[in-house]
């Protein structure tokens, strides 16, 4: 496997560097020496490859032979998922960091067992955070998703009049499959494991939200958003 860090402050330049835990977990555990490639990026666009010149458990350094500078799709593809028991919906925003999308968005849903409320809110937060950022190591991407402010329905319905609002809905009579799609970004919504209520559903179409599913298969909240996003990446072109 190729060995990919991040260091969100790295730009353009002869060397790049990672220190701290990055550089430890690197030299330490990776067991990375002088002499093997290695790749860096910023997070927002830029990767730098190259040999290693310098590898201690404080600071890894690289002499850059390789830049290359990635744009970000003009079409962004967000998954707002909803809280879901156990590790679902870190799972799912995991496999979604890896299939390429662009941000996502904790969704406080009505049937969500899991609550964040107060000291909590901030805590998911920093955990998706770190899930999308190690994700984005693994899968080697350009890009750290976003990782948006936890929402109420009525605040992702607002996201209905600025994108194009595909809701996963197993009820649904339009197959993703064969949606017809525009220039518009997208937001994927993915419900709890006990679904979206029809008062969610209601307020989402109200807003121009539209209904679709997978197929006849009833999907987890872990795996649903990352099939979905499977075939949008097929039908925008991104594979």
Do not use: C
């Not at 496997?1 to 555990?29: D, Q, W």
């Not at 920093?126 to 750290?144: G, L, M, P, Y």
């Not at 209905?160 to 609002?165: G, H, K, N, P, Q």
């Not at 220039?183 to 993915?190: A, Q």
């Amino acid at each position: 496997m190729a060995h990919f860090y991040l260091n969100e402050l790295l730009e353009p330049g002869e060397t790049a560097t990672i220190l701290g835990l990055e550089a430890r977990h690197a030299v330490t555990v990776s067991r990375l020496e002088v002499g093997e490639e290695v790749s860096i990026g910023n997070g927002l666009g830029l990767i730098q490859r190259g040999p290693i010149t310098v590898a201690t458990p404080a600071e890894l350094t690289i002499a850059v032979e390789q830049s290359i500078v990635v744009e970000r799709p003009a079409q962004a593809l967000v998954l707002a998922q909803a809280l879901a028991k156990g590790d679902r919906d870190e799972l799912a925003i995991q496999a979604a960091t890896e299939l390429g999308v662009d941000a996502v968005v904790p969704w406080a849903s009505a049937r969500s067992i899991i609550k964040w409320e107060g000291a909590k809110v901030a805590k998911g937060l920093d955990r998706w955070t770190a899930i999308v950022r190690e994700a984005t190591k693994q899968s080697i991407r350009a890009w750290i998703p976003d990782v948006l402010d936890l929402g109420t329905t009525k605040q992702l319905a607002r996201l209905a009049d600025e994108t194009r609002m595909l809701v996963l809905e197993p009820t649904a009579t339009t197959s993703l499959v064969d949606l017809e799609l525009d220039d518009r970004d997208i937001t994927l919504v993915v419900g709890p494991e006990g679904g979206i209520t029809s008062a969610e559903l209601e307020t989402l179409i109200y807003s121009g939200a539209e209904l679709v599913q997978l197929g006849t298969n009833v999907l987890r909240t872990s795996t649903a958003g990352p099939a979905a996003i499977a075939v949008l990446n097929a039908k925008l072109g991104r594979w």
